[in-house]
């Protein structure tokens, strides 16, 4: 049996994506430094959603409180692992690439606060967890890119867990199909194996 090998995929919506994650870092980090210079403060939906300058985030997306460092190595973790996907995945998953983009996008932008500060800088509030909970855009590009992936896995990509759309059905149907074909195959190899051992034992009793 044939490994298959591990090569990266590399085209123009490669290049495209590429130009979407530079944007977004840019992004992220204007908005950070534009609230802390101008001390952004607005009240959107009362206790709700609000805009708040001066938040320290020395957590994980959305405050949630983890020490700096064992949070920059996870970072460091996600980030390499998604990078690798990035490259090898193939440009037929468009969806999935793009989510992958988003949190190359989101997990670098907030690498940079953590390298630079010690801390992140979030200032976008939302009313979660029972309380105010504050954020940034690359806290977003994370969580938005992670349940686009999720969804892509689980319903849409031709590999889906659960497929929904008419290509993947069509390709899980496909490789189904193959798959029988091939134990087929096995099973009458192994067949005449038998008959060939048969005759063999039958010409040496003959003998």
């Given at each position: ?197 048969i005759k063999e034992d039958k010409t040496?009793?003959?003998?």
């Amino acid at each position: 049996m044939t490994k298959k090998k591990i090569k990266p995929h590399f085209g123009i919506l490669s290049i495209i994506l590429l130009v979407i994650i530079a944007v977004l870092i840019v992004a992220d980090l204007l908005t950070k430094h534009f609230e802390v210079e101008y001390k952004w403060n607005a009240v959107i939906i009362p206790h709700v959603v609000e805009i708040d300058s001066g938040h320290k985030n020395w957590g994980i997306a959305f405050g949630i409180p983890i020490g700096s460092i064992p949070v920059l190595i996870i970072t460091f973790i996600l980030l390499a692992a998604m990078i690798f996907s990035f490259i090898v995945l193939p440009n037929r998953y468009v969806l999935l690439k793009v989510a992958i983009s988003l949190v190359i996008a989101g997990a670098i932008g907030n690498i940079v606060d953590r390298i630079a500060l010690g801390y992140v800088r979030d200032w976008f509030g939302l009313w979660m967890f029972g309380g105010m909970t504050y954020c940034n855009f690359a806290d977003f590009f994370i969580v938005i890119g992670a349940i686009l992936a999720a969804v892509d896995m689980l319903f849409i990509n031709e590999i889906a867990v659960f497929p929904l759309t008419k290509k993947a059905k069509a390709f899980q149907a496909a490789r189904k199909e193959e798959e029988e074909r091939k134990k087929a195959e096995a099973a009458s190899t192994d067949s005449v194996s038998v008959e060939d051992e048969i005759k063999e034992d039958k010409t040496e009793e003959d003998k």
